[in-house]
């Protein structure tokens, strides 16, 4: 049976998280409001709305929504040509491939920026498919981006591993009732991460590339 590999991106396989975080407080300041930074870092991961809402409170100007996310995009655009993938990334991909995992992406990403995020990875052609925001009526920590995936990969839940770096991440996979490996490198301790539902935790994906056989991919 086929067997679905599938990614979170963002502080999962590139290392933007903090460049999220600078990008989406610089956003609020130029609206007016003072966020705090390590806040925002708890909500990197989630859609932009919910980032928002979670930040700013159901109490905040609803029709700001659109101007903070379109400022917070523009922002982290200066970065696209630039955006550092996470030490083996493209080689963790490609191994799953070789091995015959169908590699799936599940991003909150979509249009330019997924494009620059893909071209940091390089691993084109290990990976299948992209379930990306535009894909889903609802972000993580709801469970539609990962069925989303799990669909594209034509693969049912016990068949497959999520790796991501967030709580939100955890809790999608934990939902689609899929089997979740977290990884540090996205700045989550590991305790957050184990009780929102990961079985295993590895520093980064060198380090799970270099755990793979004893990992969640070598025991299914």
């Not at 100007?61 to 083996?88: C, I, N, V, W």
């Not at 990976?127 to 669909?151: N, R, Y």
């Amino acid at each position: 049976m086929e067997r679905a590999a599938v990614f979170d991106v963002d502080g999962t396989l590139v290392d933007t998280n903090h460049l999220h975080v600078v990008t989406w407080w610089e956003a609020f300041r130029q609206a007016g409001h003072t966020v705090p930074m390590h806040s925002i870092h708890r909500a990197v991961g989630l859609g932009s709305e919910d980032l928002v809402a979670r930040l700013l409170g159901e109490g905040r100007k609803k029709e700001q929504d659109a101007e903070l996310s379109a400022a917070h995009k523009t922002l982290y655009g200066q970065y696209f040509d630039r955006l550092p993938a996470l030490r083996d990334a493209g080689r963790l991909l490609r191994r799953l491939d070789h091995e015959g995992w169908t590699v799936v992406l599940a991003t909150s990403a979509s249009g330019p920026e997924l494009s620059a995020l893909r071209r940091a990875i390089s691993a084109e052609d290990a990976i299948t498919a992209t379930a990306s925001a535009e894909d889903v009526q609802q972000g993580k920590p709801a469970p539609e981006p990962v069925e989303q995936a799990l669909e594209l990969a034509g693969v049912p839940p016990e068949r497959a591993v999520l790796v991501g770096d967030t709580v939100w991440d955890m809790k999608a996979g934990s939902r689609a009732g899929v089997r979740c490996v977290g990884v540090l490198c996205g700045g989550i301790p590991r305790a957050d991460l184990e009780e929102a539902g990961a079985t295993a935790v590895y520093d980064d994906p060198a380090h799970l590339l270099a755990c793979l056989a004893d990992s969640p991919f070598g025991t299914r």
